[in-house]
């Protein structure tokens, strides 16, 4: 009888996996989920706007949301309405044909949640199923909207543990009569997990934890965790809770049936740290296969065992099928944080390739037989001294959304080649609750030729003894939009960007053309063959978020969201939009011969010397300082980069009523409905005037390197360094 069950249920998914081959693959008139369609391959069969006709591309409307920070979903189209994602988890409704305003919801959002945000209040989509939206706002509600009216269906708090660092960015997936989500915050204190709730009522139906929970607490929650736990070390840190959160890339396949989720780094991000004796710490940095009905898990693939440099595994997954060996093969294309290109067999996990696709030093490849990469201590063990590691922690590819053509069978997206230094401080620190707990600097390799001498001297003879110094030095790095052909992982084409934070997500549609924006703010349509720029429209906002395509009555548009943020957000390159003018978010809707007006966001005003600080408090001292400087990269520095152009605000042009306001602002949460979170569980009033000393210190040494630059009519803005550092 098990062997007749097991022919028929081997049957009944050969069928299923036919029938779904017969499928046109890619988007059609609609586009019903952030991906385009079934396998999120960001792919359109329409063919209406071509490489001869794409120059007269012109703006159809466009819609001003009301926001200044980060944009990273691609809108969704079903119905006839365009669905769009914004900041914190607020949500539109638009007439896709005319840009008319249906509807606007904005969540009540905690905004102390944005402590524990490393990298903006940004949302990655929405979905829409059974006539509601979906959408988490950044403080862990779900929210079922009417798709008519936007009206409020119902709401579920998803957190955990609201004592801990999790927040919410990622897109919900709908699989079958449940909906997904995911959670962020590894570099905190979270023990990463998905959550199932009930599509109708919002009941939490199931949740999977993608690591062990402390034995001392009890039992596992399921039989996959008593296993993971064999790969931790006993000694494990798990009052920091251990990382993995599964922050975006939950992807439900309707041919096998099951959700495959993409999990998180370790937290912290040294595996020494984080568990002394080493160990693979299942299942951080993998690919997990669920049963959408339970939550079990079916199969996983641990992309980067004992992930011991903030290799995530949460970047977009594309569903599609290729032949190989002479085979049809249902697969999963992904191409996560560590560098590598996997194609993976989507009905039980086997790996069928693993191919760099960025300069690699952790790993010398990827051994075929077992799966496993073939690590480099070398190079990247940095227990006992500083290493410098390709790629960097910001990943040969990160959220931004890739396209896959099965018409070219090219996988099209940005590839970032830079490595980064890396070091930690010594012993282990005592658990931060709801604070930085990766405990590690970082700097990159396109700075570190010019920081390297700022570090203590010990520190940097060890940096520049180190064999991938000079290789940092003489090719810091590259970012481009990439055509690969992912199977080999060779390069096709490639088009530079501007720098190291020109990322954005990418279309590519059966008439040939190729999609992407650049953080200058500008739309750009390429042949998707050769990579040949056929049309440019400068938007004045920067455009991180991979385009869209539908299709209303006989008319085919392209639509993208825009708006700076993100990873690095503080950080605003000159190149980019959001350094000249106002970081105003809009949805930017084209076709052809499109005659709408396209007015640019107004410029931003001159910059001017930083104002005079007050005078320090009696009683600080350089000691005082140096601790305030310490507190503040510890705390703060991941937010407030003080620099010109920042969109938080620079702390070296604080006016007096915020030096007067200092405490209240930083202890007591007088601006949190605007943002910027108390602090005041873990820093104390001293350490609150220790941060306040160092500022004015800092104010009031910019004050004078900027007029001497006045003086000798230099820029105020001269260049600076990234450097990123929980110190």
């Known amino acids: 009888m098990k062997r007749l069950i097991s022919a028929l249920a081997i049957a009944a998914l050969a069928t299923q996996l036919t029938a779904s081959q017969t499928a046109p693959e890619g988007a059609g008139d609609q586009w019903t989920n952030p991906g385009g369609d079934a396998g999120k391959t960001h792919y359109s069969r ?35 309405v365009l669905y769009t ?3 914190a988890g607020r949500a539109y409704a638009h007439d896709a044909a005319t840009g008319r305003l249906l509807w606007a919801f904005e969540p009540q959002v905690d905004m102390q949640l944005n402590r524990t945000a490393c990298c903006d209040m940004v949302n ?27 009206k ?66 009890g039992p596992q929650e399921r039989p996959e965790l008593d296993a993971a736990l064999k790969t931790w070390d006993p000694k494990s840190r798990w009052d920091i809770g251990g990382g993995g959160a599964p922050w975006d890339a939950i992807h439900y396949d309707p041919e096998t049936g099951l959700v495959l989720i993409g999990t998180g780094n370790g937290g912290p991000y040294a595996t020494s740290k984080r568990s002394p004796s080493g160990g693979d710490n299942l299942y951080i940095g993998s690919v ?11 199969w996983h693939y641990q992309e980067t065992p004992g992930d011991n440099w903030d290799f995530t595994s949460t970047q977009p997954m594309v569903l599609t099928h290729v032949t190989l060996d002479g085979q049809d093969r249902p697969v999963v294309l992904h191409a996560p944080k560590n560098g590598f290109m996997y194609v993976i067999d989507r009905r039980d996990g086997k790996l069928l390739r693993a191919n760099a696709i960025a300069r690699v030093n952790w790993a010398s490849g990827v051994d075929m037989k077992t799966g496993r990469p073939n690590l480099t201590p070398e190079s990247s063990d940095y227990t006992t001294g500083p290493k410098i590691v390709f790629p960097g922690t910001p990943g040969a590819r990160n959220w931004h959304g890739a396209a896959y053509s099965p018409k070219t069978g090219l996988y099209y997206g940005a590839v970032l080649d830079i490595g980064n230094l890396i070091f930690m401080t010594p012993g282990q620190k005592p658990l931060k609750a709801r604070g930085l707990n990766n405990d590690a600097a970082l700097i990159f390799t396109t700075d ?46 490639a088009a530079d960007m501007q720098g190291w934070q020109d990322r954005s997500g990418a279309l590519v549609t059966a008439s040939g053309i190729m999609v992407h924006g650049n953080i200058a703010g500008q739309l750009v349509v390429r042949n998707a063959a050769d990579g040949r720029i056929i049309k440019t429209i400068d938007t004045g906002t920067s455009i991180l978020a991979a385009p869209m395509t539908y299709t209303i009555g006989k008319t085919q548009y392209i639509a993208v969201a825009a708006g700076w943020g993100g990873g690095g957000f503080p950080f605003v390159p000159r190149y980019a939009a959001a350094y000249n003018r106002v970081n105003a978010n809009r949805l930017l ?90 602090w005041n569980d873990i820093l104390s009033p001293a350490d609150a005037d220790a941060i306040h000393a160092y500022l004015i210190d800092l104010q009031a040494k910019t004050r004078v390197e900027e007029l001497a630059k006045v003086k000798a009519k230099k820029a105020l803005d001269g260049p600076a360094l990234t450097i990123l550092s929980n110190y």
């Open 152 to 217: 409020v269906a119902w709401k579920t708090d998803f957190i955990e543990n609201r004592a801990k660092g999790d927040n919410s960015t990622g897109a919900p997936e709908v699989a079958g009569d449940v909906v997904i989500i995911g959670m962020a915050g590894a570099e905190y204190d979270v023990r990463g997990y998905v959550t199932a709730l009930d599509l109708k009522t919002g009941k939490i139906r199931w949740r999977w934890h993608v690591v062990p929970r402390d034995p001392a607490l």
């Open 46 to 80: 329409l063919t209406q706007i071509t490489p001869a006709n794409a120059p007269r591309l012109g703006l159809a409307w466009m819609a001003e949301l009301g926001t200044t920070r980060g944009m990273e979903a691609t809108p969704v189209m079903v119905g006839g």
């Open 589 to 678: 809707v084209f076709k052809l011969e499109g005659k709408g007006r396209l007015t640019l966001p107004p410029r931003l005003p001159a910059l001017t010397v930083a104002p005079a600080p007050p005078a320090q408090a009696p009683g600080v001292t350089p000691e005082t300082i140096a601790r305030g400087q310490g507190l503040f990269f510890a705390n703060c520095a991941i937010c407030h980069a003080n620099r010109h152009r920042s969109i938080t605000p620079d702390l070296r042009r604080m006016q007096p009523g915020t030096h007067e306001a200092f405490r209240q602002i930083l202890l007591d949460g007088l601006l949190v409905p605007g943002g910027m979170p108390r």
């Open 288 to 298: 997990v296969a669920l049963d959408p009905k339970t939550g079990a898990m079916k």
């Open 448 to 493: 570190v030729g010019d920081a390297v001498d700022t570090l203590p001297p010990p520190l940097a003879a060890q940096v520049k003894a180190l064999p991938a110094f000079a290789e940092a030095v003489k090719n810091p790095g590259t970012a481009q939009m990439r055509a690969l052909d992912p199977i080999t992982g060779k390069t096709v084409w």
């Open 85 to 87: 994602a914004g900041v």
């Open 124 to 150: 990655r989509g929405l979905a829409v199923a059974d006539g509601k939206v979906f959408i988490a706002a950044l403080d862990g509600w779900m929210y079922a909207l009417d798709a008519r009216t936007g």
